[in-house]
């Protein structure tokens, strides 16, 4: 009788057991089974990585404007660049207005002739100038009669030429330029009823300053004459003018 009376409650036990510990073993006690007090507070723990990044905020409102800022010192000059490349050559322009009609350029002259009158034709001293007195041509007044002399005012190459009356006596005279003779010229005269003739020139070039004039050259050889039918003159004038800045010999 007791046997078979403990079966029951032993089977009950039993699953009660078998119930309980498998709770235990799942750690799943009910609360109102086993009511314990607050646990410890855990240790922190590891701080997590970054999150991801959040979603851009809205636009602000527009602030009123600021005040003008006062002006900024002037900066250091900067480094000068590199040069541009040489742009594409322009369209040529417009054709230009007219101009002024300009003033003629005039060619320096230079020019004389001179003939001995019948008072100075004898007798002529030797080494002086012999004195053309009778003016044939002097516009620009480069030759003077008082002293017999051509004085140069334009440089260039000038051409003089003498042509003497022979009579009475043999002649020779020198072309000089600057107390130099630069040609020598003579005619014997042989006591002939008419007069001879005696004919010379050369080309000088000659700078403002020069001096040239005929002149006797012996004194026992002084025949120049002249006469109402016969002449004896003395002749230059400018073949060329080398003035660098002048506008017609540039």
Not at 110 to 123: C, D, E, I, T
Not at 139 to 163: I, L, M, S
Not at 182 to 210: E, I, R
């Amino acid at each position: 009788m007791s046997s078979l009376g403990l079966s029951p409650l032993l089977y009950s036990l039993i699953v009660l057991q078998v119930c309980f510990s498998s709770q235990l073993e799942d750690n799943k006690i009910p609360p109102s089974l086993c009511t314990g007090h607050p646990g410890i507070p855990g240790s922190p723990g590891i701080n997590g990585g970054p999150g991801q990044p959040g979603r851009d905020g809205r636009d602000g409102r527009d602030a009123a404007p600021g005040e003008k800022g006062q002006k900024g010192d002037r900066g250091d000059p900067g480094e000068t660049g590199v040069r541009g490349l040489t742009g594409d050559k322009g369209y040529p322009g417009e054709k230009g207005e007219r101009g002024q009609p300009g003033e003629c350029a005039v060619a320096p002259k230079s020019a004389f002739s001179v003939k001995l009158s019948q008072s100075h034709a004898f007798p002529l001293s030797v080494a002086d100038a012999v004195l053309f007195d009778t003016i044939l041509l002097n516009e620009q007044g480069d030759y003077n009669a008082e002293t017999g002399r051509f004085t140069c005012k334009v440089p260039g190459v000038y051409y003089f030429a003498v042509h003497a009356t022979v009579y009475r006596a043999s002649l020779q005279f020198d072309l000089m330029k600057n107390g130099h003779a630069v040609a020598s010229y003579f005619q014997y005269y042989g006591n002939w009823s008419k007069p001879a003739s005696l004919s010379g020139g050369t080309m000088l070039h000659l700078v403002p300053g020069d001096q040239v004039w005929v002149q006797m050259a012996l004194s026992e050889y002084n025949g120049f004459y002249s006469s109402t039918k016969t002449d004896s003159t003395f002749t230059g004038f400018l073949v060329y003018s080398d003035w660098k800045n002048s506008a017609v010999f540039a």
